[in-house]
């Protein structure tokens, strides 16, 4: 009993001590608040100016580079310290002591330009405001990212922490008392600073005024070249605004008697029906790129040895299908495989799943559904990424197999599962069922980091020992299948690769020359006796390959099926990113906005069209 007392007694003098020395603290601060009243100036009105320079320097790496910039673009330096302090302004009124405004725009900064630049670092892409939306599943990013902690890192938070604690020491305060003044101001300061950036009525010429970069960028390495002429904080900002304004909206003309027109317009060219019914397999396969387009590169052709052995068999086709994103984004592709849609009629959306209505929708998943198939959807990968899990319940699928729901044993190529077990998953759906099945696989195994190898440097070596195998087990498994069955083959963009030094450095990729980037080889193969003459020669956008697809199996035409038919002979390439001077077409953003965010007009008179066939 007296331990316990003396225990308490020794808390309550502890607490005191504490207490006591808060107290002197705090008095100490405020005799600094009004001794330094100079120096506390000089603090709050430099910090904009330091914490600018010090998100810039950090995502930067080097001093030289910044200072550079600065005598290089020192207009835009000036629009990044105004925006700096108007946002300093306001959580200075909120929060009346400067370090606790300090340190919230501290934090706000630093953590946006760390995560720019291990964002850079991973894949060559630079932090947009969309990116925020993958927020949610920072853990799984963080899986395969390259995060890399430097002393220059190192270096340049402790400088900041050191510039909030001697703001804490010193103690600086706003002189304005008055609550409601204080808030109204800060309102201002907000008002203000939202303004510049979502009002473009207001950001085109405070843009134009302070010479930031406001040139259009249509693929990766545009954006990379405007990042040089903003750096990081002008251009996360004008490109917040550029995304902002180019929101999509209702066409001037969409109604059900434009739908009804364009779908009422067409002749529908086959009336065979379902003459073979095979099973279905749409292999996406993450990163596979054929890098031989690059001579400089060297022989790399023992990667897809494999592949060219496939292609040179009568039962197999090899064509070029243009992907809508490079490095990252693999959503894009899948989207456009799903949907039979392309992304540029939504504005290029990193994520256009997200967009959709939360009501089943008309996909080409629902297609084969309509038409007798068992539907199945397998990823190796948290069901949580991209919202998969929940959004893609909506597509059709009767089956959904994510990292933990496989039913074969599981094995691992490098860091994620290896694409031979997906592929004998999809072996085991199509043994299970007794109706022909439509399988749709978005692979894991040659997603970064490739680090992992007998040099962990030589990431382009390591990234060509994945392919390898890819082409190793894809052909083991073709050879395995011994039900009617077309599996088409496509990768959904060229690998991320870190971003400096990267082979895309080496080959001098710039906005210019980086079309290739967005070209994949794809293969269709079947063990059906199938005829390949119909199918495009040239080159075609990806989200056309489902209906090449479903022509080949003799599925009977609907009125929307036809339309993108013809679509795909007037314009078979409709890329923002590959060809951005291919002028907007009516009839595919039309239809494309009407499933996706109307009313899905097309998707129900399909409806009623497969109906028909199935009652026939």
Known sequence: MEQKTGFKERAVKLKERVHTYIQKLNDRRDENTTHYRAFNFLLTALFPLFIVSM???????????????????????????????????????????????????????????????????????????????????VKNVASFAYIKITPQLVTYVL??????????????????????????????????CCSI????????????????????????????????????LAFFLQTASANLADRLEEPENYDAVTVNGYLDDVTVLNENG???????ITIMSEAFADFRVFESLGDCSGAYEQFDALAAQNNCYQGTAIVPTFASYTVRTEFELMFGLPVRALNDPNTPQQ????????????????????????????????????????????????????????????TY????????????????????????????????????????????????????????????????IDEPTVVLFVGDHFPSLKGENSVYDQLGMNGDNCEVLYEQNYYIWNNCGLDFSDV?????????????????????????????????????????????????????????????????????????????????
């Not at 080097?62 to 673009?73: G, H, M, Q």
């Not at 379902?274 to 279905?280: F, H, T």
């Open 55 to 137: 998100a810039e320097l950090n995502q930067g790496k080097y001093p030289s580079k910044f200072i550079l910039f600065c005598a290089e673009r020192p207009s835009v330096m000036v629009f990044n310290v105004l925006i700096a302090s108007l946002i300093f302004g306001a959580l200075l009124l909120l929060f009346k002591r400067a370090w606790r405004a300090m340190a919230v725009q501290s934090v706000l900064y630093m953590a946006l330009s760390i995560v720019e630049l291990f964002k850079f670092n991973t894949n060559g892409n630079h932090l947009i405001l969309t990116d925020m939306k993958l927020a949610k599943n």
């Open 159 to 192: 400088i900041v922490l050191a510039f909030l604690a001697i703001a804490f020491w010193f103690n600086p305060k706003q002189g304005m008392h008055r609550r409601s003044h204080r808030f109204a101001t800060a309102g201002v300061c907000l008002a203000t």
């Open 197 to 232: 950036v979502l009002v473009p009525g207001i950001s085109t010429p405070v843009y134009a005024l302070f010479d930031v970069d406001t040139s259009e960028a249509d693929n990766t390495f545009q954006l990379n070249e405007k990042f040089e002429n903003n750096n990081f």
């Open 274 to 280: 379902n003459a073979v019914s095979p099973n279905v």
């Open 355 to 414: 967009l959709i209505q939360d009501d089943p929708q008309s996909t080409i998943i629902r297609n084969y559904a309509a038409q007798g198939y068992r539907t199945a959807y397998i990823h190796p990968f948290l069901s949580s990424f991209y919202n998969r899990d929940t959004i893609y319940d909506k597509f059709g699928f009767d089956t959904m197999i994510f990292e933990d729901d496989f039913t074969v044993d599981v094995n691992y190529f490098g």
């Open 417 to 480: 599962v290896d694409d031979d077990t997906v592929f004998r998953q999809a072996g085991a759906l199509i043994s299970e069922s007794e109706q022909p099945m439509y399988i749709h696989c978005t692979t894991m195994q040659n997603h970064q980091p490739y680090d992992q190898g007998e040099d962990p440097e030589a990431e382009f070596d390591n990234y060509l020992t994945w392919i390898s195998e890819t082409g190793d087990t894809f052909t083991e498994f073709l050879a395995s």
């Open 536 to 616: 495009p020669q040239e080159k075609i956008s990806t989200f056309y390959l489902p209906y090449v697809v479903m022509d080949l199996t003799g599925a009977q035409r609907t009125n929307f099926t036809q339309l993108m038919f013809d679509q795909m002979n007037e314009c078979p390439i409709y890329s923002s990113n590959y060809a951005p001077d291919v002028p907007a077409n009516e009839e595919l953003d039309l239809l494309t906005y009407d499933r996706i965010l109307g009313e899905n007009i097309s998707g129900q008179a399909e409806n009623k069209e497969l109906a028909v066939m199935q009652a026939e």
